[in-house]
């Protein structure tokens, strides 16, 4: 493991602690509040698996960048793939709080994102650390999501 990627690991790795704290905190008694708090969400796991995926895909897409930065034009799909899953798993995140009622729609979509690059990170996981962490995420995320 280079530099980069133990720095990366270990900034992935703060981002999720303190995600975890965040959901897990005991909520201030508010009156007004009506809001519920992500950790006594209906989607509290869901979200948890979204927000780890979301990361691992960061992270994928940043190794992706500099690979193809070398010349290595196979992670292309791999870069495209992971832009996806961050796209659909923060949006996912973003409505699962409100407790949307299209929730549920949008986790089978992610479901299916998560799937496919799970599938194009596999291609790489041999090779790539980051890739089979991320591939590992996401069908992690993808089982998580298929309970909503």
């Known amino acids: 493991m280079n530099r980069k990627e133990l720095l990366q690991k270990a900034g992935m790795a703060v981002a999720v602690s303190g995600i975890l704290s965040t959901l897990s905190a005991e909520d201030h008694n508010h009156e007004s509040a009506s809001m ?44 495209t ?27 089978n979509l992610c479901v299916e994102v998560c799937e496919a690059c799970a599938k194009e990170c596999d291609k790489h996981a041999n090779h790539h650390a980051v890739c089979k962490e991320c591939r590992d995420s996401c069908l992690a995320c993808a089982k998580e999501l298929k309970k909503v």
């Open 81 to 107: 793939s992971t832009r996806e899953v961050i796209s659909l798993c923060d949006s996912f995140v973003k409505l699962a709080s409100q407790n949307s009622t299209f929730t549920k729609k949008l986790a």
């Open 36 to 79: 519920p708090t992500a950790g006594k969400s209906k989607y509290a796991k869901a979200m948890m698996a979204a927000i780890h995926c979301q990361l691992s895909a960061e992270v994928c897409l940043s190794h992706c960048i500099t690979e193809l930065g070398k010349g290595d034009k196979a992670m292309a799909a791999c870069a």
